[in-house]
């Protein structure tokens, strides 16, 4: 079933928070950006337009090579609510296309500029594979520069486990949000938080296990069976998961049925060290 909900807040049960950073790249901002994630040893999400991916690549560039993610904010930055759904895919793939040259991969998320959503396009982007990304701290409207202690003050009033945080790297003069945003990633790291892209944090809700498994599927840590024939499975954040659906092909596709009962569907090979590593989330 596909899933066309806005995403804002992920139930989750480590100390986890998603930055995220919209209009950019910016030649000033973002690096400065990127310095301060640097620092802190953590990841963030950036939302980029097509055009000023076009405009300044090399940034788009050294925010991949620090390993953040880069997610689609379309192409212009239109009011897509306002365009026909063909205009509205167009303006998707355009960025899409600029997001895959940087980083060789599809983008996994998709912010609407102005939050501008209808069900047409969060069926539209769904289809095309996105998860729609909203925010908790709305209120803090840091693309207005309503001072930093508003933005500070309308964020930690929203944070909590599994929040998103949208803030603004490009268009116009962003020093009030990179000292918000510094203050605020000193603070959250201090009281536990680890900071991590949004498909990282939509992986934790999930329940979604990466890394190594052995030939047989099992994962090299907190093994069980319940019996000769019992299905396999593991722990990931405390709940139990069950694996099913083996074959005998190296390229493998498999059941993951988290503790919810939730379905989710990935791919995966076998390594010539025998260990099964999972390539791709379906």
Known sequence: MVNI???????????????????????????????????????????????????????????????????????????????????????????????????????????????????????????????????????????????????LEHTRSAVKPGSVLIFHDGYGDRSQTVEAVRVLVDELVAEGYRLVTVSELLEIADGVLTGDFDCYGYPRTEMWMRGRNSPRGWRVNGRLCTIAGFTQDCWQRHRLINGFGKELLYAGFLSQKRHFVISQFL
Do not use: C
């Not at 300044?56 to 930055?77: D, F, K, L």
């Not at 539209?124 to 840091?142: F, S």
């Open 5 to 151: 909900e806005m995403v804002v807040q992920e139930s989750v049960r480590e100390k986890v928070v998603a930055f995220t950073f919209d209009d950019g790249p910016h030649p000033v901002y973002t690096p400065q950006v990127l310095e301060i994630f640097r620092r802190a040893g953590g990841q963030a999400t950036f939302f980029m337009i097509g055009q000023e991916m076009e405009t300044h690549p090399e940034i788009a560039a050294e925010v991949h090579r620090e390993g953040h993610e880069i997610a689609n904010h379309t192409y212009t930055h239109p009011d897509l609510t306002k365009l026909t759904l063909e205009e509205a895919g167009e303006e998707l793939q355009r960025a899409e296309r600029l997001v895959q040259e940087v980083t060789g991969q599809p983008a996994r998320s998709f912010r609407p500029p102005y939050f501008g959503v209808n069900d047409d396009i969060l069926s539209l982007a769904a289809e095309r594979g996105y998860r729609t990304i909203g925010a908790v701290n709305g209120d803090a409207k840091d693309w207005d520069n309503p001072g930093v202690e508003h933005i």
